[in-house]
């Protein structure tokens, strides 16, 4: 009898080694395979599959379709998107709002291989101007930075932030 727990144990716990080995290991969904692999694709394309994907209210779809613009993030206008200059990047672009009474823009950052993505997003956060709209803005905890491979998203909105960034992170 004691011969036969033995081997139940053992097993019991050989099996739960194998278990605790698959899947994911980070505690948060963005640490792990999001991380590593790349997206494919122009970030004009992963935008509009982000925008088509996320399940967002019938009035802020509308918003999207009728009253963003996509702007190339430059040297120039990097610091009013992002809050920092200190990123090395390929290409980026903003969606913004063409004119609105809320605050809304989402960011997608394709940065250069090597670089330190964690750096980057904890830059981001600490710098980046939730308040750079005239007269409204974005409450702190409604700044989403997050990647998946070498694309970063920004997204900041208080409406459809979570959304948003949802969508991007099941591409």
Not at 154 to 163: F, Q, R, T, Y
């Amino acid at each position: 009898m004691t011969k036969r727990l033995f081997v139940f144990l053992a097993l019991i716990l050989a099996m739960s080694f194998t278990a605790c080995g698959t899947g994911n290991t980070g505690t948060n969904p963005s640490d792990n395979d999001n991380q590593s692999a790349n997206l494919n694709g122009s970030l004009d394309s992963i935008l509009e599959e982000i925008y088509e994907t996320a399940e967002l209210s019938d009035s802020f779809r509308e918003y999207i379709e009728k009253g963003l613009q996509t702007t190339e993030i430059t040297a120039d206008n990097i610091v009013y998107h992002l809050g920092t200059d200190d990123i090395e990047y390929e290409d980026a672009i903003a969606s913004e709002p063409i004119m609105s009474p809320s605050a809304y823009e989402l960011c997608l950052v394709r940065v250069k291989e090597g670089s330190d993505m964690e750096k980057i997003k904890a830059d981001i956060k600490e710098n980046v101007d939730p308040m750079k709209w005239v007269c409204v803005g974005v409450d702190t905890k409604n700044i989403l930075v997050d990647n998946i491979g070498d694309v970063l998203i920004l997204v900041m909105s208080d409406e459809a932030g979570k959304a948003l960034h949802e969508a991007f992170l099941s591409l």
